[in-house]
């Protein structure tokens, strides 16, 4: 058990098996992709420690860059999609691959998507570390995902609860008292 803030959080799943998950991944990617021209678009800040796991394991040539947006306050999604450090790499017939740690409502990303309309890039793709299939409320193809986990909250990994717990290297999830 652990405590941020006011609530409590319970392992959930351990730092090894998020490491083989992640290494996993990214042979595929490095299949997938072996004679494409790629740039891996991280979004911050969540995706911060899953982008450098998984690029460790990334040995196709590629390009990394970030972006950041923000939608959540405590443990649940505003609604609201905010942009608060924009794309500064030029994408033009790249094969994106847009890097999150998790996947909820699927506004995020929803919102995200048409901003890279006019950057002329050859395709768009979304690997995501964790979604939470029930809690979807929009359209997207998630073509690597780590985890499918239910609908609960999760702080570690990347993932914070107001602004805490994100240096854990393994994910806890919020306890049920
Ligand atoms: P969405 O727009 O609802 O898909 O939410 C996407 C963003 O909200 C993710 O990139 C996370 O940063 C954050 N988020 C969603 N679920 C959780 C959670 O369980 N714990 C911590 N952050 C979360
Ligand atoms: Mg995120």
Same mark, same amino acid.
Do not use: W
């Given at each position: 058990?652990?405590?941020?803030?006011?609530?409590?959080?319970?392992?959930?799943?351990?730092?090894?098996?998020?490491?083989?998950?992640?290494?996993?991944?990214?042979?595929?990617?490095?299949?997938?992709?072996?004679? *494409?021209?790629?740039?891996?678009?991280?979004?911050?800040?969540?995706?911060?420690?899953?982008?450098?796991?998984?690029?460790?394991?990334?040995?196709?040539?590629?390009?990394?860059?970030?972006?950041?947006?923000?939608?959540?306050?405590?443990?649940?999604?505003?609604?609201?999609?905010?942009?608060?450090?924009?794309?500064?790499?030029?994408?033009?017939?790249?094969?994106?691959?847009?890097?999150?740690?998790?996947?909820?409502?699927? *506004?995020?990303?929803?919102?995200?998507?048409?901003?890279? *309309?006019?950057?002329?890039?050859?395709?768009?793709?979304?690997?995501?570390?964790?979604?939470?299939?029930?809690?979807?409320?929009?359209?997207?193809?998630?073509?690597?995902?780590?985890?499918?986990?239910?609908?609960?909250?999760?702080?570690?990994?990347?993932?914070?609860?107001?602004?805490?717990?994100?240096?854990?290297?393994?994910?806890?999830?919020?306890?049920?008292?």
């Amino acid at each position: 058990m652990i405590t941020l803030h006011d609530k409590s959080f319970e392992l959930f799943i351990p730092a090894q098996d998020i490491q083989n998950c992640v290494q996993h991944l990214a042979q595929k990617i490095n299949a997938d992709f072996e004679s *494409k021209q790629v740039v891996f678009l991280s979004i911050l800040n969540g995706a911060f420690m899953f982008t450098a796991d998984l690029l460790k394991h990334i040995t196709i040539p590629c390009e990394i860059s970030f972006v950041k947006l923000a939608s959540y306050q405590g443990t649940k999604s505003t609604g609201e999609v905010k942009t608060l450090m924009g794309l500064d790499t030029d994408l033009l017939n790249k094969h994106v691959i847009i890097i999150e740690d998790i996947v909820d409502t699927g *506004k995020t990303l929803h919102a995200f998507l048409p901003c890279l *309309k006019p950057t002329g890039a050859a395709a768009v793709h979304i690997c995501t570390f964790l979604t939470k299939p029930t809690a979807l409320q929009y359209p997207l193809t998630l073509k690597y995902v780590g985890i499918e986990i239910e609908d609960r909250f999760v702080v570690g990994y990347g993932m914070d609860y107001d602004g805490l717990g994100r240096q854990l290297d393994a994910l806890y999830v919020l306890a049920n008292n």
